[in-house]
């Protein structure tokens, strides 16, 4: 048997163990997230897990197999140089599986960056415009540049006790600039600003949207699934170890919340591309998510877990699914790509639900963060009500015109049969579908036993 094959089996392995441990785990999990609070934690020198930790390490392995399903590498092709692209991401996912479970603050960035390099030899190798270079340094320029200062206050910060645990560290940079209110405003905003850009926020999005037109289908999936997940993971660990009064200090992070969650919604309307209609409206989800961390109540917190899970399963399908239409039209543009109901309406039918799902309708996990996260920011201030009525609304008519624009319109003459439509795609389909209404039903037992 040979190498690659091996490590295809291996992997495949693996993800169905996971999918073991996904089904008992999050059941578990679920009752400490919503039950607001972060109970569950298992910590020693080097490895520091609780829910949030063993949620995202389970999105990364579900995912990584199901971009494999994606492109496409079964058995028959693993043997060729896609091998290669196995190996990358088997080593995508141990650098994510380190950043999600470590606790010492120079390991958790040196595999905070790593993760950037699977990702541009992704976008790189397997792009398909001769503009992946560009979107390749968009994405390197903006996430290293940010972080730089990060690197420079945790080493300043573990060097104060020799010690470079998280927990220490952080705690260290708190209690050093307490008292020297703006000094300790620009450390807190140098270290918030590597993961705002990972997140990314608004005003530092513009990589994102040129990496997911650029990338293939597998480097959509993971980047919209799983590292993003990487900026909000940080934010909501440095919140946990700060553990101050936000809106006193971060108004302006939560005003650019507000302000780019309205915005990229409008923004979904003036794109052509599809693909970068929906990696707009993953900022508009982030922005979202991070309102509920900054809300400063256990509710808000949940929510904005909730939100990222759930945008993972979410925004991952949509990609795949784009990826499918692609395939078929040969062109990603809003325009020319109409009248898929007509050709093929059981690919029309996986469009509907996972655009529901994206407008956070009553049968999505959304919809629970959703819940969680508006009664919390409303909660910390009135005047946060009309923003988030016109995000909301945008959003869900943003939802409805990428359907009907794709599902919509006259009888196109340019597509291929679609009879050649593989089982192995609705079964990605199913495998991204099926586990957010899992959790929901997890969700509503949870509420019921409270």
């Avoid at 560290?169 to 050093?176: E, I, S």
Wanted: aromatic share 20%; glycine share 6%.
């Amino acid at each position: 048997m040979s190498l690659p094959l091996l490590l295809f089996y291996w992997f495949e392995l693996f993800w169905y163990v996971s999918i073991w441990g996904l089904g008992i785990g999050c059941f578990f999990c679920g009752l400490n997230i919503l039950s607001f609070q972060f109970s569950f934690s298992l910590c020693n020198g080097f490895i520091s897990i609780d829910t949030m930790s063993v949620l995202l390490v389970f999105l990364s392995l579900w995912v990584s197999l199901l971009m494999l399903l994606s492109s496409q590498l079964s058995v028959k092709m693993v043997d060729n140089y896609s091998s290669i692209f196995c190996i990358i991401v088997l080593v995508l996912n141990l650098v994510l599986i380190i950043t999600f479970c470590v606790s010492s603050v120079i390991v958790f960035y040196f595999f905070f960056e790593a993760s950037l390099i699977p990702t541009l030899m992704i976008i790189l190798g397997w792009g398909y415009q001769p503009k992946r270079l560009q979107a390749g340094m968009y994405m390197m320029i903006y996430t290293v540049a940010a972080s730089l200062p990060l690197l420079f206050c945790l080493m300043w910060g573990s060097g104060v006790f020799n010690c470079y645990n998280m927990f220490v560290v952080f705690l260290v940079l708190k209690y050093k600039f307490w008292f020297l209110s703006y000094t300790w405003l620009f450390f807190i905003l140098v270290v918030l600003l590597a993961f705002l850009v990972k997140l990314p926020m608004f005003l530092v999005h513009l990589w994102l949207p040129k990496a997911h037109v650029e990338a293939p289908v597998a480097g959509s999936m993971v980047l919209a699934a799983v590292l993003l997940k990487l900026g909000g993971y940080g934010v909501i660990r440095m919140y946990q170890f700060y553990g101050i009064q936000v809106f006193n200090m971060f108004l302006v992070v939560v005003f650019l919340s507000l302000w780019g969650g309205l915005l990229t919604s409008v923004i979904c309307f003036r794109q052509i591309d599809f693909k970068s209609l929906i990696a707009y409206s993953s900022v508009g989800h982030m922005a979202l998510m991070l309102l509920g961390v900054f809300s400063n109540t256990s509710w808000g917190w949940s929510g904005a877990v909730v939100v990222m899970i759930s945008h993972g399963f979410c925004s991952s399908a949509l990609f795949s699914l784009a990826n499918f239409t692609y395939e078929k039209s040969y062109t990603r543009s809003l325009f020319v790509s109409k009248g898929l109901l007509i050709v093929i309406p059981f690919l029309s039918l996986w469009w509907f639900l996972f655009c529901v799902m994206n407008m956070a309708a009553p049968p999505s996990l959304n919809l629970v963060g959703e819940l969680m996260i508006f009664p919390a920011v409303i909660f910390s201030s009135k005047y946060y009500i009309l923003p988030l009525l016109f995000m909301s609304f945008f959003a869900t008519v943003c939802s409805m015109y990428l359907y009907s624009g794709i599902n919509h319109g006259g009888s196109p003459k340019f597509l291929s049969s679609f009879s050649n439509l593989k089982d192995v795609n609705i079964l990605v389909l199913f495998l991204h579908w099926i586990p957010a209404n899992f959790l929901v039903m997890n969700s509503e037992l949870v509420f019921w036993w409270l």
